[in-house]
């Protein structure tokens, strides 16, 4: 009997699971799904299978949340008194007006500092061509509130319809303090009005700290130094304080979850014992890419993986097949460019050498494994109501050889 040809390479699956809650065995119930379906849909549990269970359900079983009180009570005890500078947040409902709210809690006064014509992740204040037409310098000039209206007037957000300038605005007047707000992108601009700041950049902001404390700033804590211990018993992230936390109601927040090292080995350990399999795991957060047409960056969290099992560090080392095809083996065609593209895939395999920096890997995406796969969990999972907080990734590792 002939052999048929493998045609399927990777496979990711959404994998449906009970609303998780606090004190739930996350471990045991994401195994339990995942053999589930892999009876329901008849697949095959696989070593270098992938299981990835998004941080939501992570946090939400280990109840991680804290309140706008305690967030205030943290910035209130670092800050005392002092007039608080608070640098690039970004521009988001979901992601930064809690934290908002508990940080204007804890302060009397604060002048909020917006990048433009963009925050960190790519939502847009101000549409660049506009910009350019009003003669505005975002690298050097500084906006008042005032101006930032005389110039740009009161733009909504394409996607959300929120004048996102207006909203913080009133966050922090409702929650009791004093405001003004001021655009630039240099961080040394908010110390002229104080030299007590809270940077609210992700992935710039030891960068920013630095440059504020090489200018004159006396105090200088960042969203990473906010809710690192329990406060009044809430939850807390010792290493990214509030980077990573989402809304959960008016007045509490979910934070990034901790400990999820323990997560990763207990599912792996739970699939060996009731599989054989090695099936690696991972927790992931946002995937890491950027929308052409929303300008979106998608990567509000601090990381897209925090905890991952050790099969999973590195970065690919792949060949890239359209390079061999029209270089090394031009002359070849049908069975035979087949067959030459395998044995030249199996001899890298075997060698197990690094390609980096070689002509032959041009074109492969040069990111971590984690980043792609965390990537591929996120678009799979959605962020509506899929219910789907566990991804099962099949044939990733697999090439054309195989």
């Known amino acids: 009997m002939e052999s048929v040809n ?21 471990a045991e119930i994401v195994v339990d799904c995942v053999l589930k379906a892999a009876e329901s849909e008849k697949f095959e549990i696989r070593d270098k299978d992938v299981i990835a269970v998004t941080e939501a359900v992570v946090a939400r079983a280990q109840g991680n949340y804290a309140k706008v009180d305690d967030i205030a009570a ?11 500078g608070i640098l690039f947040p970004i521009l988001s409902r979901n992601r930064f007006s809690i934290c908002l709210k508990g940080i204007a809690k804890g302060c009397k006064k604060i002048v909020l500092m917006l990048s433009y014509p963009s925050d960190e992740v790519g ?47 009133q966050l922090i007047q409702e929650a009791g ?3 003004e707000i001021i655009f630039a992108n240099n961080p040394k601009a908010i110390l002229s009005y104080t030299k007590s700041v809270l940077t609210c950049d992700i992935h710039t902001r030891q960068r920013t700290k630095r440059i504020l404390a090489a200018n004159g700033a006396e105090k200088v804590y960042a969203l990473d130094d906010i809710m690192t211990r329990s406060i009044n018993g809430s939850g807390y992230n010792d290493a990214y304080g509030l ?45 890491a890419f950027k929308d052409p047409v ?41 069975e035979e460019l ?14 197990a050498a ?36 566990i991804i099962y990734i099949q044939g990733y590792f697999d090439n054309y050889a195989k």
């Open 6 to 26: 493998r045609m399927v390479g990777t496979v990711s699956r959404g994998v449906r699971a009970p609303i998780i809650r606090e004190g739930d065995n996350l």
């Open 74 to 84: 943290d910035v209130k005890e670092k800050f005392g008194d002092d007039t608080v």
């Open 123 to 169: 939502n847009h204040l101000i549409d660049l061509d506009v910009m350019d037409e009003k003669g505005v310098n975002p690298w050097s000039d500084v906006l008042t509130e005032e101006k930032y209206r005389e110039l740009f007037g009161y733009e909504k957000h394409v996607f959300t319809g929120v004048d996102y300038v207006e909203y913080y605005k």
């Open 177 to 179: 303090a004093e405001v």
């Open 243 to 287: 980077l990573g936390s989402n809304k959960a109601t008016e007045d509490t927040v979910k934070l990034f979850p901790i400990k999820c090292d323990e997560v990763v080995s207990a599912i792996h350990t739970a699939m060996v014992e009731k599989t054989g399999k090695n099936v690696e795991v991972m927790v992931y957060g946002d995937g």
């Open 294 to 334: 929303g300008k979106i960056w998608e990567l509000a969290d601090p990381v897209v993986s925090p905890a991952y099992t050790k099969g999973l560090e590195g970065t690919p080392n792949e060949v890239k097949l359209k390079y061999l095809a029209d270089n090394d083996f031009a002359n070849l065609s049908g």
């Open 338 to 351: 087949k067959e030459a593209i395998k044995e030249y895939i199996t001899e890298k395999d075997e060698k």
């Open 354 to 389: 690094s390609l980096k920096g070689t002509m032959v890997t041009q074109g492969t995406t040069p990111r971590r494994l984690t980043d792609l796969l965390g990537s591929l969990a996120d678009l799979t999972s959605g962020s509506g109501d899929k219910g789907t907080p």
